[in-house]
């Protein structure tokens, strides 16, 4: 069977073949007009080296491969074993690719990239015109404006007031292996987003070497680079540990001292009561000195009493306002601890913080004891003025 191409579809001249009755079972259907046709199918792959091998247009080529599907459906056709088979590979890479696309400068017909650069990098083989594709592709990542016609491809890097250009052909450039970067970009995810970092310490190499062709030497150098800021990551990630742990130390002390100041105003209180209480006591000649204490009538009583309950609701109140300051401070400080110094698998662990540190509040205790005081008081103030 000759296999020859229309744009992105495969000619078949021979409906016998045993790769036709393959195409049949798999419900791959078939276009017959002048000619027999498969078009470009969205999960299968099925003989695209020699298609690139043909191609001669670099629009055609990414059009078919952008409109491709990158999925667990995804099957390749192997001619030797005439058979279907899953392609199985890490096909996770295609956001965060298209993403990158989009943030580029691309001149050129096609600027969304639907793409899996490891899927691709599965099914194509190691011959020259399928690898210098590949290595296209990913150029559209790399660099930061990129332009292309039918067989020319630039590839553009900016770093500041520095520039680097570099032009490639189809049909004539020779591959440079670039998906050993690409695979350390995109697969090698030390913590969420860390493509984003890796793609930047590239892109200033290739600036600073001048040089995309040595991908190697490219890798080593980025890599030297990625260690050298992920450690200086490391020691603020310590210092800011540290100053958390400042932060805790005071606003723990502040907690001790604001509960510290509430009992000494508290016990203050409870001491010019006591002297009032023990002033009527000496005073007092009768016998029924409980009566007289808590049943007795009169307007200097109840302005005593209503004296004593404001001042009460006072301190209470003062080491309320007191502890919601606090809880203000506290609130910072979680901010600060969430977005600064976890790590994203930190992040999914609920209650982290909150377990280090309680968060400031009014005590139980101490409301508990305040309404028991206040109530009495009322109680009080209510029998002296009936």
């Known amino acids: 069977m000759c296999r020859e191409w229309k744009g992105t579809s495969l000619k078949i001249n ?22 027999i046709l498969l078009e470009n199918q969205r999960n299968h792959f099925i003989y695209e080296n020699e298609f690139i091998e043909q191609s001669k247009n670099l629009n055609l080529m990414i059009s078919k491969y952008k409109n491709k599907e990158y999925s667990d459906k995804s ?44 899927m691709l990098n599965k099914i194509f083989d190691d011959s020259q015109k399928s690898r210098l594709f590949l290595d296209i592709l990913i150029m559209f990542a790399l660099g930061n404006r990129v332009s292309y016609t039918a067989e020319d491809f630039e590839i553009e890097f900016n770093l500041d007031d520095v520039h680097f250009k570099e032009k490639f052909n189809i049909l004539t450039s020779k591959p440079i292996d670039l998906y050993q970067l690409y695979d350390w970009i995109f697969n090698d995810e030390e ?94 000649d009768k016998s029924d000195i409980l009566i007289y204490l808590f049943c007795s009538t009169g307007a200097k009583k109840g302005l005593v009493i209503l004296g004593f309950t404001i001042a009460l609701i006072f301190i ?66 209510y029998k002296s003025v009936i």
Not at 94 to 118: H, M
Not at 250 to 271: D, H, M, P, Q, Y
Not at 332 to 352: A, Q, S, T, W
Request: with cysteine; hydrophobic share 40%.
């Open 75 to 118: 099957k390749r056709y192997l001619s030797k074993e005439n058979k279907f088979e899953k392609i199985q590979c890490n096909y996770d890479d295609l956001n965060k690719y298209q993403k990158v696309c989009k943030q580029n400068v691309i001149d050129g017909d096609i600027r969304d990239f639907n793409i899996s650069i490891n």
């Open 14 to 35: 021979d409906e016998s073949s045993s790769f036709f009755e393959k195409l049949e079972q798999e419900g791959i259907s078939i276009r017959r007009e002048e000619e």
């Open 191 to 284: 913590y969420k987003d860390s493509y984003t970092i890796k793609l930047q310490i590239v892109r200033q190499v290739i600036i600073k070497r001048r040089n995309i062709i040595d991908a190697s030497n490219i890798l080593t150098d980025s890599k030297l680079a990625y260690i050298r800021i992920i450690s200086k990551k490391t020691d603020d990630y310590f210092e800011q540990l540290n100053r958390l742990k400042d932060d805790f130390l005071v606003l723990s002390k502040n907690e001790n001292g604001i509960l510290r100041t509430l009992n000494i105003t508290f016990f203050a209180w409870l001491g010019y009561l006591w002297v009032e209480i023990y002033r009527i006591i000496v005073n007092y």
């Open 316 to 381: 209470f109140f003062a080491y309320a306002f007191e502890m919601k300051s606090l809880k203000k401070t506290y609130t910072v400080i979680k901010k600060i601890y969430k977005d600064k110094i976890l790590f994203e698998d930190d992040m999914k662990k609920d209650g982290r913080f909150e377990s280090s540190i309680s968060e400031p509040k009014v005590g139980k205790i101490q409301l508990g004891f305040f309404l028991v005081v206040l109530t009495l008081l009322l109680y009080r103030l």
